[in-house]
């Protein structure tokens, strides 16, 4: 894996010292990065991997490229984090991520390029084999062993699982089973507690034959209710005050009897009084007739009469063109006339105000055909205005546009525009704008054609709603329809209510002149129906006032005894009423006292039943409880002997197939001699004493995963690689890397070394570079991608690609640096 090219955008940890932007383009195996502290060296190096960043190491809109070839294959991966995250993973031109997901592009660089966080930590010194806990350690033998040891990991963790669950269940049961046999009773405990239960369903069944069944439970609201109309009706009885009449009534029938006597009398009165009153009317009138006339008998009476009706007959002649309707219908002439006179302002104006429908113009066949030919306008109006604005657009484009020169002739030109094109369009432009103007006023036309119609059709509806409204006046709209027709005109209506209120007027005047003859006529008729001289009129009526004050005097009398018996019988009655409705609530409270006194015996009993209950309840619980503890221990006992067999089971199992002990180690030891000679042939290549890490688990035969160290030929005995020095340390961490990059065949990937050796004395400092260059050499590594802040390092690359982050408190420098960058 040879990386080319890496380019950071927006890196919050180069935004530090103000570096926004930074591309990197590799041509050199060896590769230095120098730069003061906190400049971004170590950050730079941890994005020299294929790997997706972190999103939240970059600003809104950063992005990182990183541009690689391994085996034969151009790779280009991108993270963009414009808007969210989004990454490409590019083979020789094919895009592979289609979603954009960091999962699908881990899942291709660990296919395509042999690599995962957890490798590139090592490889990039995070993750020390030092620094690991056992079971990680003894994780990465496994993997670098070469043997698949993962189905028999995972049923080693299965079955430790489940010997620990054993243990648990081993565990709970022994608790469980010297809980339940406390609480488990005595065997004369039992006997006391069969013989009370027996006691207690014996009185149970007693007293449940004893209890009433299908009683109410609302007898005490019952109770309340009833004696709540009791006091209500006596109440009512005890404040009656009765209006006895004159009289005695011993009985229902008495009471009867002198309504039925008194409605008799009443009666008589009231066709006493009916007489008198019809004779007294007749000769009221006649004297009010004579009166009103200033007629001093019969004959002048007649005369007045005789005048009336000739005066009748010139009225008559001046009615022409309504009399047949004034004639056939008996109208009230007045009530028209003020009806006609509230309306008249109305329709004279609406008449006035009526544009004229001369050949019928605002009919609805002429409205409908002027409303599509104002829609036929509007349409040609939009396409007109469409053609000319496309030769507007097109004239602006010509006179706009710029002239194009001919390289051969030197002619300009528009390009693509005829010779005559613009005086064409002029010419076209006029045409359409008279076109235009033309439709304009035809619109208009139709608009105003429309709008007086609608005036018309208004009136025409104002009209109709007063001519429903008034009924009466229905000859007067059928004339006015008439005239209407005749041509159309409105105004020529406006006659025909005059005439129809001047003869309404003389109708009303027809109409008093017949009542007045109607009255004169029957007061001569009554005068000569009663034979009465005009001196006996004042006699005979004071005799019909006297009969009527007598007959209304006994008639008032009558009617107030007749009131009086009648409240009388209807007090009686309603007090028979009350009566009765006593009576019946208090049956109905004996019979609910009954009810309660059952009630509260059934009580008493449904009490000691449940005293009996609970005591019966308690008793055969503790009996239920024994039965049960006796088979749940007989389970538990059982189901222990079952988890203790389990858990024997699994610690034979767990043992044999112990990583530590058992087949799995088996399978490892042999690898971790081959291990430990490959770390020690590092080391050897750069400690100018004997440093050699040991394999684990030789005193014990166990795998501890824990590796002693030997120091100058076993003069020291370190317990772990982690307890050397810290040069030790480093160098033991160092080899590790290379044996994984051996075991896992990535001697095509890039070594990166952050500050080679910083803890190891200029010898071991000395060798270790020797080593390093070696490797590269001899083709260990790739490519070399190496942090340092010291001359003697990079002076040890001459040919070395040189990238200067921050030349502060850098004092010596190398005489070329940063041509393969670009950094701002």
Not at 566 to 595: G, N
Request: hydrophobic share 40%; glycine share 4%; proline share 3%.
């Amino acid at each position: 894996m040879f990386i080319k090219r890496l380019v950071l955008c927006k890196y919050k940890r180069l935004l530090l010292r103000s570096i926004d932007f930074l591309e990197l383009n590799f041509t050199q195996i060896h590769q230095l990065i120098i730069g003061t502290n906190g400049s971004g060296k170590s950050s730079v190096l941890a994005q020299l991997t294929p790997l997706p960043p972190v999103t939240s190491d970059f600003d809104k809109g950063g992005y990182k490229i990183i541009e690689l070839v391994d085996r034969n294959s151009v790779y280009v991966l991108t993270s963009d984090f414009t808007t969210g995250s989004r990454h490409t993973f590019e083979k020789d031109g094919v895009k592979l991520n289609d979603a954009g997901t960091a999962l699908v592009q881990k899942e291709l660089i660990r296919k395509h390029l042999r690599c995962d966080q957890e490798l590139m930590d090592v490889l990039l010194g995070k993750t020390r084999f030092t620094a690991m806990a056992p079971l990680k350690r003894r994780d990465w033998i496994l993997r670098l062993s070469g043997n698949d040891m993962s189905f028999a990991m995972s049923v080693f963790a299965k079955l430790k699982s489940s010997h620990r669950d054993s243990q648990g269940v081993v565990k709970h049961l022994t608790k469980r089973l010297s809980e339940e046999m406390k609480n488990l009773p005595g065997e004369d405990e039992v006997s006391r507690l069969t013989d009370e239960c027996s006691r207690l369903r014996d009185e149970l069944t007693t007293l449940m034959e004893a209890r009433e069944p299908n009683l109410p439970t609302d007898v005490k609201q019952r109770l309340s209710q009833r004696m709540a109309d009791i006091t209500k009706v006596s109440t009512c009885i005890l404040k009656q005050q009765l209006i006895r009449p004159a009289g005695k009534f011993q009985s229902d029938e008495h009471i009867e009897k002198a309504i039925r006597e008194t409605r008799s009398t009443i009666a008589g009165a009231n066709s006493r009084l009916d007489h008198f009153s019809k004779d007294y009317a007749e000769i009221a009138d006649i004297i009010d007739a004579l009166e009103k006339n200033n007629a001093k008998g019969i004959e002048d009476i007649e005369d007045k009469l005789q005048q009336l009706r000739v005066a009748r007959q010139l009225k008559i002649g001046e009615v022409s063109q309504f009399k047949d309707y004034f004639d056939e219908t008996g109208m009230d002439a007045q009530e028209l006339l003020v009806t006609t006179r509230a309306l008249a302002s109305n329709i004279n104006t609406i008449l006035a105000s009526m544009p004229e429908n001369t050949d019928r113009r605002f009919s609805t066949e002429n409205i409908d055909k002027k409303l599509a030919e104002r829609d036929e306008i509007a349409k040609q109006i939009d396409s007109n205005n469409r053609k000319l604005t496309r030769v507007v657009h097109r004239l602006e484009h010509i006179v706009t546009a710029t002239n194009t020169r001919c390289p051969k002739c030197s002619f300009e030109f528009i390009p693509g525009v005829g010779e005559d094109e613009e005086t064409y369009l002029r010419n076209m432009q006029v045409q359409l704008q008279d076109r235009q103007d033309e439709l304009r006023d035809q619109q208009q036309n139709v608009e105003n054609f429309h709008e007086i119609a609608q005036s018309y059709l208004g009136y025409i509806r104002q009209l109709n709603l007063l001519a429903s409204a008034n009924e009466s006046l229905r000859p007067l709209w059928n004339t006015i329809a008439t005239e209407w027709k005749c041509g159309e005109q409105p105004r020529s209506a406006i006659p025909v209510l005059v005439r129809w209120e001047q003869e309404l007027s003389v109708y009303a005047d027809i109409q008093k002149m017949d009542a007045e003859i109607a009255k004169l006529e029957s007061a001569i008729w009554h005068a000569t129906e009663i034979s009465l001289h005009d001196s006996h009129f004042g006699q005979k009526l004071i005799a019909l006032q006297d009969g009527i004050e007598s007959a209304t005097m006994t008639l008032e009398e009558t009617t107030k005894y007749l009131k009086e018996c009648e409240t009388f019988r209807q007090q009686v009655l309603s007090m028979y009423r009350q009566r009765d409705e006593l009576v019946k609530h208090l049956r109905s409270l004996a019979e609910d006292m009954d009810i309660l006194v059952r009630t509260m015996r059934n009580d008493e009993l449904g009490k000691l039943v449940g005293g009996r209950q609970s005591l019966l309840a308690r008793g055969e619980n503790a009996l239920l409880t024994a039965k049960t503890a006796e088979s749940l221990i007989a389970d538990l006992k059982r189901s222990r002997d079952e988890a203790i067999a389990d858990q024997e089971a699994y610690d034979v199992l767990v043992k044999e197939l112990s990583p530590v002990d058992g087949l799995i180690a088996d399978q490892v030891k042999g690898f971790l001699t081959c291990f430990t000679d490959q770390i020690n042939a590092v080391t050897d290549q750069v400690f100018t004493y004997s440093l050699k890490m040991l394999p684990c688990g030789m005193e014990s035969e166990e795998l501890d995963y824990k590796f002693p160290m030997s120091i100058n030929y076993n003069e020291q005995i370190v317990p772990d690689v982690a307890d050397g020095s810290s040069a030790q340390v480093d160098m033991i961490n160092f080899a590790f890397v290379l044996v994984i990059m051996l075991y896992q065949h990535l001697e095509d990937f890039p070594l990166y070394i952050d500050e080679l050796a910083p803890t190891m004395d200029e010898q071991h400092r000395s060798n270790m570079l020797i080593f390093v260059k070696q490797l590269l050499e001899t083709r260990r590594a790739e490519q070399l991608f190496m942090i340092s802040h010291y001359a003697v390092s990079f002076g040890s690359f001459p040919g070395a690609e040189v990238a200067v982050l921050d030349n502060a408190n850098i004092i010596t420098l190398p005489t070329v640096y940063n041509t393969h960058l670009t950094m701002r």
